[in-house]
């Protein structure tokens, strides 16, 4: 695969993209090729392979084989400069509580190697962006759990990636708070330009919210469409949750272990 800058055709694309813990294989040949300025979803049940497939798309875990491309530039012959270009919100809350978001804004800034120069104009752009100026000087401990998700965008979005990478990024919201967190990525992608990737398990979020979907089951790309597409494919009146009931596996997933569930709660109460 061309791991050059000038490969500019996708923002994300994979080739036989696998990893295996042991005799588990958790990715297995992912094919994907995610256009720029796309909001792309990434859907599946519990242990389908999206987190360990985020992981080695933003350079934190390493394939067993096969390679991918983001932004222009490989996971495995290029980390630093993959890097450069992406932003990534976890599910687990990344803001620190006991600092004002203004303080967490510098505190992104520094780590991302903004020059002291332009920290003052980025955070100020990204608090109003995001509707948080008027509480820049508050604790975050105070903030709403929509205020939390619309500040950790606030500091992916500093160093102006071309690429965002989100893992469940409403999770525990209410409907109005995921709601203005949808606004605000639709924002991204139309004022900056920017590829947007979510891996969600909200089928009203996949539909309203994303371009094109890619639905795993058991590490492997199950079926890559529109939402629209995807649901006339299994026939009039089909729903997004009968697509992925359909294509996730079926029935109830019960993956996951108890650490996961303990996260995924923590993550909910702390938001909500």
């Given at each position: 695969?061309?791991t050059?800058?000038?490969?500019?055709?996708?923002?994300?694309k994979?080739?036989?993209?696998?990893?295996?813990?042991g005799?588990?294989?958790a990715?297995n040949?992912v094919?994907?090729?995610i256009?720029?300025?796309?909001?792309y979803?990434?859907?599946?049940?519990?242990?389908?392979g999206?987190?360990t497939l985020?992981k080695?798309?933003t350079?934190?875990?390493a394939?067993?084989s096969?390679?991918?491309?983001v932004?222009?530039?490989?996971?495995t012959?290029?980390?630093?400069?993959?890097?450069?270009?992406?932003?990534?919100?976890?599910?687990l809350?990344?803001?620190d509580?006991?600092?004002t978001?203004?303080e967490?804004?510098?505190?992104?800034?520094?780590?991302?190697?903004?020059?002291h120069?332009?920290?003052?104009?980025?955070?100020?752009?990204?608090?109003t962006?995001?509707?948080?100026a008027?509480?820049?000087?508050?604790?975050?401990?105070?903030?709403?759990?929509?205020?939390?998700?619309r500040l950790e965008?606030?500091?992916?979005?500093?160093?102006?990636p071309?690429i965002?990478f989100?893992?469940?990024?409403?999770?525990g919201?209410?409907?109005?708070?995921?709601?203005?967190v949808?606004?605000?990525l639709?924002?991204?992608?139309?004022?900056?330009?920017m590829?947007v990737l979510v891996?969600?398990?909200?089928?009203e979020?996949?539909?309203?919210?994303?371009?094109?979907?890619a639905?795993?089951?058991?590490?492997?790309?199950?079926v890559?469409?529109t939402?629209a597409?995807?649901?006339?494919?299994?026939?009039a009146?089909?729903?997004?949750?009968?697509v992925?009931?359909?294509y996730?596996?079926?029935?109830?997933?019960?993956?996951?272990n108890?650490r996961?569930?303990v996260?995924?709660?923590?993550?909910?109460?702390?938001?909500?």
């Amino acid at each position: 695969m061309d791991t050059s800058a000038g490969s500019k055709g996708f923002a994300v694309k994979t080739a036989g993209l696998t990893r295996s813990f042991g005799s588990l294989t958790a990715v297995n040949h992912v094919d994907l090729a995610i256009p720029y300025g796309e909001i792309y979803g990434l859907l599946g049940a519990n242990g389908a392979g999206k987190t360990t497939l985020i992981k080695m798309l933003t350079t934190l875990l390493a394939p067993t084989s096969g390679d991918a491309e983001v932004g222009g530039f490989g996971v495995t012959l290029s980390p630093a400069q993959v890097r450069g270009r992406i932003g990534y919100v976890p599910q687990l809350l990344s803001a620190d509580g006991a600092l004002t978001g203004y303080e967490n804004l510098v505190l992104s800034a520094k780590l991302y190697g903004l020059p002291h120069a332009q920290r003052n104009a980025r955070i100020g752009e990204a608090l109003t962006f995001m509707g948080l100026a008027d509480s820049a000087k508050k604790l975050v401990k105070t903030y709403s759990g929509g205020m939390i998700r619309r500040l950790e965008l606030a500091q992916a979005m500093l160093h102006r990636p071309t690429i965002l990478f989100l893992d469940e990024p409403t999770i525990g919201l209410d409907p109005m708070a995921r709601h203005s967190v949808w606004d605000r990525l639709r924002d991204l992608r139309h004022d900056y330009g920017m590829t947007v990737l979510v891996t969600t398990h909200d089928m009203e979020e996949a539909e309203a919210l994303c371009d094109e979907l890619a639905i795993l089951h058991a590490g492997r790309v199950a079926v890559v469409g529109t939402p629209a597409g995807l649901r006339a494919g299994l026939g009039a009146g089909a729903t997004m949750d009968e697509v992925f009931a359909h294509y996730a596996g079926g029935g109830i997933s019960e993956s996951g272990n108890f650490r996961d569930a303990v996260q995924t709660r923590r993550t909910a109460r702390r938001l909500g």
